[in-house]
T-cell receptor, first 114, second 114 residues
């Protein structure tokens, strides 16, 4: 089954702790993305990567970090510098510049910081 | 940055009714995408549009890419309870420096009364 997986589904952390959210895809897509969704809001882009070992800041990158060491994986770290980290985090992927713009999403991770 | 105006914000309809929602932009878009998101899940791609004037159907769903390239609409015919969810439009602006970033609307929340 091809798709995007995110783990865990729910995550609880204490304030001041860094936490890493996992995103894996087996679609052989070049591009991957991280979005944040707050209640009643649209999707806001945190970081994106168009190719392995390269990534760019999105609209709300402050307090977050990413890596792209493998094509299949794009983990997101929510650092203690992120002032309001409680949110629903969505990972997505697309074929990349060689194909269309359709992005496919994972099931999401709900992060709650206590 | 780029913004999409999606309307209405919410809709309450009776089962069997038709639904229409739309997205507009002040700038030209090359691609329009429509997604549906169930509570606590990631968005699922419903329809992708790539040409001005294009009209595409997916079962009871029909979407159109506006002639001006600045708008798109989504129609759902004969709604059923499982149509409940949040519908997002997304677009790829004409000028984006070659990146794969999408711009998202804030969503239309659909409630269907049996």
């Amino acid at each position: 089954d091809g798709g995007i997986t995110q783990s865990p589904k729910y995550l609880f952390r204490k304030e001041g702790q860094n936490v890493t959210l996992s995103c894996e895809q087996n679609l052989n897509h070049d591009a991957m993305y991280w979005y944040r969704q707050d209640p009643g809001q649209g999707l806001r882009l945190i970081y994106y990567s168009q190719i392995v070992n390269d990534f760019q800041k999105g609209d709300i990158a402050e307090g977050y970090s990413v890596s792209r060491e493998k094509k299949e994986s794009f983990p997101l770290t929510v650092t203690s510098a992120q002032k309001n980290p409680t949110a629903f985090y969505l990972c997505a992927s697309s074929i990349g510049s060689s194909g269309g713009n359709e992005q496919f999403f994972g099931p999401g991770t709900r992060l709650t910081v206590l | 940055g780029q913004q999409l105006n999606q309307s209405p914000q919410s809709m309450f309809i009776q089962e069997g009714e038709d639904v229409s929602m739309n997205c507009t932009s002040s700038s030209i878009f090359n691609t329009w995408l429509w997604y549906k998101q169930d509570p606590g899940e990631g968005p699922v791609l419903l329809i992708a549009l790539y040409k001005a004037g294009e009209l595409t159907s997916n079962g009871r769903l029909t979407a159109q890419f506006g002639i001006t390239r600045k708008d798109s609409f989504l129609n759902i015919s004969a709604s059923i309870p499982s149509d409940v969810g949040i519908y997002f439009c997304a677009g790829h602006p004409r000028i984006q420096g070659g990146s794969e970033k999408l711009v998202f609307g804030k969503g239309t929340k659909l409630t269907v009364n049996p």
